[in-house]
């Protein structure tokens, strides 16, 4: 009996297994289009737009897969091993230099020119990033993101301040100038004091009046607003492998940072290195700097009303760093013809103005973001902060895209790990850190 | 002996050479397949500049030598080896504990069964939960004792600690687990031994000494060689909750592979760093065989 | 036994105490992260952060099970905190169990098969070939894990059960090695009677060998289940595909969005303890036949 039982089970699994065969590829006929995007929340944005793609090209079916940030590109990168990678992906920045220069791209260029593709419609120099100097592209610009303050309303309203106010604060190196006295009074300890009165006891913080994520080789929402308002830049330009970080200006910058730890403004790299806006959530933290595609996240998961505020003016200015992806073609797709069409599409302003209406991120086109404006209103949320930086003249800057991106990376966060453990000072370290950065080269 | 069974015996074994090639044969393809050839193929790899994506081409032994002399990946072996030394001590220590609690204090099997939950989280999971837990800001453990009036515990997040937090973690997850097989050796300990020694007046830790352990070291032994490889390739718990840090705290080798090879693009660099963990596994494990003499028996 | 069992456990009342005091703070170190696991699954999104020494959330709900089992729309998943990528929790439940049971019947088949050969039957090379089974339980899994998928692709097996199975299909060394220490330890009379009365390898195997691992067998199996069910990276590489997503790996969306984001904690913790109900009913159907009888020997 038991025999039998098992005989069945093992037939039953045997042909569980024949029967899941792989589909074949079709060669004729309709043809689909494999497309990989990672944020989840922009799914529905793009399913809006493969269906109206569609819906004008009926021979084309776009398939979207999503995966997370975290299995992305491992999952990318073994597909394109195996050449069974999507015919399109979202790609990103610190990522597409690597496959360019591994021949992993097609070359979309040749077909710019041909379809005569306007490419001055893009903001902020946004679509400089994906050309490279050699007259070849690897992507059409889809969005944008900037930085800002992120603010917990209720505690700056305590402290004293308005939005008005919070959106025009200054800073510099020396000072901190009228953002270092904003956190200063937004920092509280336990007894109830706040970081001006001359009793604030910084070892027993109760909320800190700033909060920021580990900092890295970019320190996108940590140090670079301050750094490059501080007349600073990475390297001289994109492409450019000459690293600034032992700038003496840099060097003021981070010092700042760590002052401010020690006087308990910015709370410690123990609290924060896994993640900072546990802490903010959390009313620990009243304020964090952050991009405009966590804007979602913060109101969604804030028990109290949330407020976006301008970067502080440094010497130089407003500073936010810009970012944006674009839609790579995969240089083993069978449909390129195809996946550019779908390329085409999604950077076009009909699809950029559809994309807009869902409020989840800033189309590369300004018309896409009076949409994603309205949309972000209509949730009662007022995000000018990330959009007039983003469209004053001279308030953006983009990272510079290198190679070796990933040992700078790891250079970098491990220098920043032992400043702000205070087992290295910040400048020799980062000057350390920037020679071996330079002999990477 | 006797002549005839003996010969009829010896017959059968004539035919057994035959008959084992067929018990074999199914689990030879899968070793073969995905075993044998992967390593191989392996082999060729570590010899070459193979960039993930590209053609790999023949370098000799170039990549071992870069890694001779290579610090990180030094350093990296070095935190590795003291993960294991935090690891499976108090590992086996708790198993061999949990075990003797399971045979003697209490048979319920519904307590063998609690022990064993951990593990049937997966290894991610696991990882994120007690990232969660551990939290210095938000986690359970640290506003607890906030609350008592202390100051919170940066388990993961200070060069000293984070090391033996995520020993601490994976122990959680493997201890039930390795109890149980432990429980298991202790089941084949004759009662009438221990009943003797009891009778001679032999102290309970006489008895653990020169009793329980020398029956349970076959039983140990394939626990701690199994349990020591696998610590050796920690990962998944690094990469969600330190990624290596504070500094280079807990940057273990196989974090330096996996970046190596999919990060930087360097595969035959990271794969020629396999090799030699390998090399070193198979080091390690024959020097355990040795002195865990693991494979005699005491009685 | 009885009376051998009462005076070999026979403690004094203080060492009673601090044995069963250790025992207690022992099952709450193992139990209180499930706890957790479960207060969190019903902690709304806005209260993840802001109370996290509550025991009990001040407002549960069960949205995150909606959203984890598919019974609310996107759009409203989203506005939850959610993600947009829906876990098809069925068709994922299914595919798990495919796999899984798939992988446990033939893996602890065949590796019984070669364990019997390496511990019973006499062959050249059977020390050689059986060290070479054990010291591949040293090579990084990372090595394997291309040329694998590589293989896999070349037999067009990507986004098939059989992909996903096929490396531990037919053996895994682990399995060979822990089905042979046991049957070293199994008395040979038994089947030297069968091999007198002229009884096969066969049937020697199914009658005489099977029977008495049948428990080392099952603890195998459930090893084998539990593991496979809770593989994460290559039915992941393998299997991307929506209709063929393991359970495992579907729950993975939950993990990092965006970079700089935070896990969906709620819909993570839910689907943990969803899927964790499968694997524990595995455990308290087959714990009991486990952890009573197996016999060890070791390494031989």
């Avoid at chain 1, 039953?12 to 309709?30: H, I, M, Q, R, Y």
Wanted: charge should be neutral; aromatic fraction near 12%.
């Amino acid at each position: 009996m038991k025999k039998q039982i098992f005989t069945i089970l093992l037939a039953a699994c045997l042909v569980l297994t024949l029967w899941s065969n792989g589909k074949e590829d079709k060669t004729s006929g309709p043809v689909t289009v494999q497309y990989i995007l990672w944020d989840a929340n922009q799914l529905p944005a793009y399913e809006k737009c493969a269906e109206d793609f569609m819906a004008a090209n009926p021979d084309i079916t776009i398939e979207i897969t999503q995966m997370g940030w975290g299995d992305y590109w491992t999952g990318l990168q073994t597909d394109m091993v195996g050449g069974t990678a999507a015919d399109v992906f979202t790609n990103h920045l610190a990522k597409y230099p690597d496959f360019a220069s591994k021949g992993q791209l097609v070359d979309i260029a040749p077909m710019v020119a041909r379809d005569k593709v306007d490419t001055s419609v893009y903001m902020n120099g946004l679509d400089g990033l994906w050309a490279t100097k050699d007259g070849k592209r690897f992507g059409l610009p889809k969005d944008w993101d900037t930085i800002a303050i992120v603010y917990n309303q209720e505690m700056i309203n305590a402290a004293g301040y308005s939005a008005a106010e919070a959106n025009s604060l200054n800073w510099n190196a020396k000072d901190g100038g009228t953002f270092e006295k904003f956190i200063a009074a937004l920092s509280v300890d336990t007894s109830g004091r706040n970081g001006l009165d001359p009793n604030f006891d910084s070892e027993n913080v109760a909320c800190y009046g700033l909060a920021l994520n580990h900092f890295d080789d970019r320190g996108q929402a940590q140090f670079s607003p301050m750094a490059v308002s501080n007349n600073w830049m990475y390297t001289d330009g994109l492409y450019n492998a000459n690293y600034h970080f032992d700038d003496p200006k840099f060097i003021a910058t981070i010092q700042w940072f760590v002052d401010m730890t020690e006087k308990g403004f910015l709370a410690p790299y123990e609290m924060t290195a896994n993640n900072a806006n546990p802490l903010f959530t959390s009313r620990q933290a009243a304020t964090v700097f952050d991009g405009s595609w966590m804007i979602g996240y913060y109101s969604s998961s804030s028990e109290f009303p949330v407020g976006f505020a301008k970067l502080p003016a440094g010497p130089a200015g407003v500073k936010s760093m810009t970012n944006g992806l674009a839609d790579s073609i995969w240089v083993g797709s069978k449909h390129k013809e195809q996946a550019w069409l779908w390329v085409k599409y999604l950077a076009s302003a009909e699809a950029q103005n559809t994309v807009g209406t869902f409020g989840v991120v800033f189309p590369a086109i300004e018309s896409g973001v009076k949409n994603a404006l309205a949309a972000y209103d209509a949730k009662g949320l007022d995000v000018s902060a990330f959009t007039e930086e983003a469209t004053n003249p001279g308030e953006t800057f983009v990272y510079p895209i290198v190679d070796n991106g990933v040992k700078i990376s790891e250079i970098m966060t491990q220098t920043f790990d032992s400043i702000f453990l205070g087992v290295t000072d910040a400048e020799s370290s980062l000057k350390e850190a920037n020679k071996k950065i330079l002999d990477l080269f | 002996m006797r002549e005839t069974p003996n010969k009829r015996k010896r017959k059968s074994l004539d035919k057994q050479g035959a008959g084992a090639l067929l018990f074999l044969l199914p689990s030879l393809i899968g070793f073969a397949a995905f075993f044998i050839v992967p390593a191989l193929r392996g082999i060729f790899l570590s010899l070459t500049d193979w960039d993930l994506l590209g053609k790999p081409g023949f370098v000799g032994l170039e990549n071992y030598g870069k890694l001779l002399t290579d610090e990180e990946f030094w350093n990296s072996m070095l935190v590795t080896v003291k993960y294991v030394f935090w690891n499976i001590p108090l590992q086996t220590v708790l198993a061999l504990g949990i075990a003797l609690v399971m045979d003697r204090v209490t048979k319920s099997s519904v307590f063998r069964g609690i022990i064993l939950i951990p593990w049937l989280l997966p290894n991610v999971v696991v990882a994120l939960l007690w990232l969660w837990l551990l939290d210095p800001a938000v986690g359970v453990i640290n506003s607890t004792v906030q609350s008592w009036g202390m100051k919170p515990i940066n388990f993961l997040t200070s060069t000293e600690l984070a090391l033996p937090s995520i020993a601490g973690i994976n122990i959680w997850r493997h201890m039930g687990y390795t109890a149980l097989i432990v429980f298991a050796g202790l089941q084949g300990i004759p009662r009438e031994v221990e009943e003797a020694a009891l009778i001679d007046g032999a102290s309970p830790w006489t008895r653990f000494i020169r009793i329980i352990l020398p029956y349970l070291r076959p039983v140990l032994a394939f626990v701690i060689i199994t349990s020591v490889i696998g610590s050796f390739q920690i990962y998944d718990t690094v990469a969600i909750t330190t990624r290596g840090g504070p500094i280079t705290a807990t940057y273990v080798i196989y974090l330096f592979i996996f970046k190596n090879g999919f990060e930087s693009y360097l595969m035959g660099y990271a794969t020629a760093a396999s090799m030699i963990l390998f090399l070193i596994l198979m080091g390690v494990s024959f020097l355990q065989m040795r002195i865990m003499r693991a494979s005699e028996s005491d009685f | 036994m009885s009376n051998s069992n009462s005076a070999l456990n026979k403690k004094t009342g203080l060492t009673k105490g601090i044995l069963w005091a250790l025992t207690a703070l022992l099952l709450f170190v193992t139990l209180f992260p499930f706890f957790w696991v479960f207060r969190t699954s019903l902690t709304p999104k806005s209260l993840i952060f802001t109370e996290p020494t509550a025991i009990m959330p001040s407002v549960r709900t069960w949205t995150h099970y909606g959203r984890v089992l598919g019974l609310i729309d996107r759009a409203r998943a989203i506005e939850l905190g959610g993600t947009g990528q829906s876990v098809n929790f069925g068709l994922n439940i299914l595919n798990s169990f495919i796999v899984s049971i798939g992988v446990t019947i033939f893996q602890v088949l065949f590796s019984s098969m070669a364990a019997f050969a390496f511990a019973r039957l006499k062959f050249r090379f059977r020390e050689m070939l059986f060290a070479l089974y054990v010291s591949t339980l040293m090579i990084p899994s990372i090595v394997m894990m291309l040329p694998n998928f590589v293989f896999v692709k070349d037999l067009h097996l990507l986004n098939t059960y059989l992909g996903i199975m096929a490396p531990t299909l037919l053996m895994t060394p682990f399995a060979v090695f822990f089905l042979r220490q046991f049957m070293l330890g199994i008395n040979r009379e038994l089947e030297e009677a069968a091999f007198l009365d002229g009884a096969g390898l066969g049937v020697v195997f199914w009658e005489i060998i099977i029977p008495l691992c049948a428990n080392a067998m099952m603890t195998l199996a459930v090893i084998t289940f539990i593991n496979t069910w809770n593989d994460y990276m290559w039915p992941l590489i393998v299997g991307k595909k929506e209709e063929i997503r393991t359970l495992t790996v579907a729950l993975g969306i939950f993990r990092l969005q965006t970079p700089q984001g935070q896990p969906d904690w709620g819909g993570m913790m839910a689907g943990a303890t969803l899927a964790m109900v499968p694997t524990l009913g595995i455990l308290i159907l087959f714990g009991r036949r486990i952890v009573n009888s197996i016999g060890f020997s070791g390494f031989r």
